[in-house]
């Protein structure tokens, strides 16, 4: 059956080398980083889509929407599948719609727009605009492979977000287009308030193909490591920066002891026993900065120029979540949360968790600017796990004491807690997937009976 559809898109494409069969890259571009919970683990292994199509344009996409939406076959954009929750892991097999050849950036705008295809990687594109004087607003750690596609399907944010943001906050996605999955696929144009219908709904609702991103302008940043004796002075210094207006930031990261010991490759930063904060930060200020560190009892342990990405150490490499990338080196039983802590009650907060949980969560804070403005203590903190249940009373417990949790080990939309409480992205997804084929099972709160009284006028 499965190979009648392959034909089928074969001779759409008119081209057999772009609709793959062969079960291990069918398998291998079915899974993103799920594994990092071992919740999702169980859920998710063994999921694999039946076969994978690679669009080369929107026209393409056009049609093997059509043809899919005509014969029921569900469809997962994937972008470079570096995802944490298994998004892009198809539940339902179908085709697994591979965007990375989509990989144009089509302009730079003079007034620091890029515009570009889903498959463009972020790393790629921040080369790229550095050249014309800008940079990304902020992008995940993943930044090297990661595609601009799957960062607005899935993503939220990273390095960068200290000084403007999540992707979701000021206008950074100025306008996106998607091609619907309706009887006749539609290419539609989001702007503004509208891009937040598609943004961060997993694919969903919608195959991104066309993004305009907004930029800043390019700053000259050096990297620098500073170590404290406690995580109390590290993480009130890291506050002091991050919050601290005069300071030109781009990333200001603290880790307790003993995550710094997880870095293998920059363990001679890593005193014994110490906390660490990672910073980006302007050159012109880097001295300054090294000041301020000492006065306030720190150690720089690492100070050095950032050339891009090839940068060697790359201190970004440790952030946001890799972090947890290099804890699963070391013992594959951690995992971890992701936090939002209250700026006035952060301390008594940290204190709360390690008083009821111990060494079972390790502090790692990321700073970040919220959507009005404010610079506050984010975290995705290691979990040493043992059982779902205590993973679950630790979440309840965040929650209790007013820590926010965009919980990673759920499989859906609504339960990562970036769902939009106005169900934007549900009412689009019934206009542009009334028959529930984009991604399906991510979306929990989609029926198709509901898609079909809202009057979208679908026949099955
Ligand atoms: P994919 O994993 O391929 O896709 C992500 C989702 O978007 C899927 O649901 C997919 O179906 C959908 N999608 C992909 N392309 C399209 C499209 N064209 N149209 C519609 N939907 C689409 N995330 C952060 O936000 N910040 C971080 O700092 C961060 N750090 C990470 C560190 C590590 C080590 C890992 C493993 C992950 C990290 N992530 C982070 C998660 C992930 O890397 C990013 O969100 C990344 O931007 C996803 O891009 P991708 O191309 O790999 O997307």
Redesign the pocket.
Known sequence: MSLDHASALISLLGDESRVLTHPQLVERLSR??YW?SPVLRKQLDGKVGDFVVQPLSTPEIRSVLRYCQQNNLPV?????????YG??VPLQGGVVLD?ARMDQIEAIQPDGVAVCQ?GVR?GVLETEVRRSGWELRCY???IV???V???L??????IGSVAHGGLRDFNTVRALEVVTMEAEPQVVRHEGEAVHEILHA??TN????RIWLALTPAVEWSQCVVAFDGFDAAFDFSEHIATGTSWTKRLVTAFEWPIPSFFAPVRQYAPQGKSLIFFLIASEQIAALETAAREAGGVVTYSGPYGGLRTLPLLSDYT???T??WALKTDPAYTYLQCGFDPERVRAQMMQLRERFGQEILFHMEFMKNSEGRVIPGAIPLVYYTTEARLNEMIDFCREIGVFVANPHVNNVEGGGRYRADNVQLLAKMRYDPKGLL?PGKMITFHVEEAETAGTGITR
């Open positions: 993103d980083f990092y997962t954009a994937r972008g470079a599948g570096t995802g944490n998004q892009a965007l889903p972020l995940p750690s993943t492979k990661a595609s596609g799957g960062f399907g899935g993503g939220s944010g990273g997993w694919g919608g195959v991104i193909t946001w979540n890799h947890t990338l991604n």
